[in-house]
């Protein structure tokens, strides 16, 4: 099994989550400040150079208002 991070899926998760956080007109430090982060953090994630855990995923989708089910399906 090819590692998430790297595979089409992970790569299709990542598009999907920076394309709703741009739709909302956020920016990484808008989604950050929500999250109690720094921006960096959503660089990472957004470009794969970092992983979300499962309640990391929650806790990213519930800060911007979306329904973590809707990207699990959108991947699946």
């Not at 089409?8 to 741009?22: T, V």
């Not at 999250?35 to 855990?53: A, C, M, P, S």
């Amino acid at each position: 099994m090819e590692k998430s991070l790297y595979s089409k899926k992970g790569e299709e998760l990542r598009a999907w989550l920076r394309s709703e956080r741009e739709g909302q007109g956020l920016s990484m430090r808008d989604l950050a400040q929500k999250l109690n982060t720094n921006h960096q953090f959503i660089g990472k994630v957004e470009l794969g150079e970092r992983r979300l855990d499962v309640v990391e995923y929650v806790a990213y989708c519930q800060a911007l208002g979306i329904d973590a089910c809707e990207g699990i399906r959108h991947i699946a």
